[in-house]
């Protein structure tokens, strides 16, 4: 028994375009073996860069936090920092910028790829949507008014396959 699927028009157009190509094309599988397959999860995309974004910024504020504490030990004791104390400074220092300079720039880049193809894939379904509706508009206005486009009858050609004919 074969998967009955449920893919957007764009998607459908996708994977006979280009099979055997990229990474494949989104579709959910609504029914396996006869039986209902249960929805996939939903994702929110702001809520992951949300929750990575806040994750990064605990870090970062861990690694100043920590410096911050270890130098003021250092001041407290009263004596100055002798070279292996100042390289563990400088080195939670380091920590605590690349926290900030590298990781959350990446992720803000990272959210707005996601962003961008969020938009792309709503807009794609809008649209497949709309001319789906119209499609099925113009059917209805053919089926129930045939002579409404040319002012005559419309003519469905039969077709012939093998032994059988089909009624267009």
């Given at each position: ?23 494949g ?43 911050l ?22 080195s ?51 089926r129930?008014n ?6 005559q ?7 012939e396959?093998g ?6």
């Amino acid at each position: 028994m074969l998967p009955q699927l449920i893919t957007a028009l764009v998607d459908f157009a996708e994977a006979i375009t280009s099979f055997g190509c990229g990474d494949g094309v989104p579709c959910t599988i609504t029914r396996l073996q006869g039986q209902s397959v249960e929805s996939c999860p939903f994702e929110d995309q702001r809520e992951k860069f949300a929750k990575d974004f806040a994750e990064d910024c605990r870090e970062g504020t861990q690694a100043v936090d920590e410096c911050l504490e270890r130098v003021q030990e250092l001041f407290n004791s009263g004596k100055p920092p002798n070279k292996a104390q100042r390289t563990e400074i400088i080195s939670l220092l380091n920590k605590a910028q690349m926290s900030y300079k590298d990781s959350i720039p990446f992720l803000s880049k990272q959210f707005n790829v996601a962003m961008d193809k969020t938009t792309t894939e709503a807009k794609a379904e809008v649209e497949a949507f709309a001319q789906t509706r119209i499609h099925s508009l113009a059917q209805d206005v053919i089926r129930d008014n045939p002579t409404a486009l040319t002012g005559q009858p419309l003519e469905v050609p039969q077709i012939e396959v093998g032994d059988d004919v089909l009624d267009g």
